[in-house]
């Protein structure tokens, strides 16, 4: 599955979730005026540009079907995978 352009996220056969994506260096400056103050914060990412792999193990079996993802305004990726029930 695809979440953007630079990210991909795939759930291998074994119930290993795999993501893969790029990076890029992002600085953003804003300026905050309260209480007749200014405030000038700085953000930037904690990790360094360009890509990255990432990968765990999920506890049981899941589909390797159904995968649907998104990145919440805060920039927290948030996945959510049906888990897999054998009947005896």
């Excluded at 390797?64 to 996945?79: K, T």
């Excluded at 959510?80 to 005896?88: L, T």
Aim: hydrophobic content about 30%.
């Amino acid at each position: 599955m695809n979440l953007t352009k630079d990210c991909s996220c795939e759930i291998e056969l074994d119930s290993k979730i795999l993501i893969k994506g790029t990076t890029t260096t992002t600085t953003e400056e804003k300026t905050v005026c309260k209480y007749n103050q200014v405030f000038k914060m700085l953000s930037h990412n904690l990790c360094p540009p360009g890509h990255f792999t990432i990968s765990f193990q999920l506890p049981g079996p899941v589909s390797n079907e159904e995968l649907n993802g998104n990145f919440g305004s805060d920039g927290v990726l948030e996945g959510v995978v049906k888990k897999v029930y054998y009947k005896d």
